[in-house]
Nanobody, 118 residues
Framework: QVQLVESGGGLVQPGGSLRLSCIAS????????MGWYRQAPGKQREMVATITSGGYLNYVESVKGRFDISRDNADHMVWLQMNSLKPEDTAVYYCHAQSYYNLQDEYWGQGTQVTVSS
């Protein structure tokens, strides 16, 4: 079992920055790919960024060059640094963990709201 708790959401103006944090507790952290997903009102949840324990990164095209995902395996933390935020980045952001060995072994945080508006 893995428990994920996010923090760091809020209201920011277009062009601003936010940093989301996620702390994981429970099972072996390094066996999970960690990621951030988001869901805007009326839209499907989408992958924003993922990072393996070895540091392999993957981003959705719309955030490349603006967002950075990172993790600390020792402290069981994962972050999403979001820069140059746009109104279309407004969504609930979820921390996600998925095992390399069993794709059905996955967990979600409770979500944190990010609102980009002037």
């Amino acid at each position: 079992q893995v428990q994920l708790v996010e923090s760091g959401g809020g209201l920011v103006q277009p062009g601003g920055s936010l940093r989301l944090s996620c702390i994981a507790s429970g099972s072996l952290f390094t066996k999970y790919t960690m990621g951030w997903y988001r869901q805007a009102p009326g839209k499907q949840r989408e992958m924003v960024a993922t990072i393996t324990s070895g540091g392999y990164l993957n981003y959705v095209e719309s955030v490349k060059g603006r967002f950075d995902i990172s993790r600390d395996n020792a402290d069981h933390m994962v972050w999403l640094q979001m820069n140059s935020l746009k109104p279309e980045d407004t969504a609930v952001y979820y921390c996600h963990a998925q095992s390399y060995y069993n794709l059905q072994d996955e967990y979600w945080g409770q979500g944190t709201q990010v609102t980009v508006s002037s």
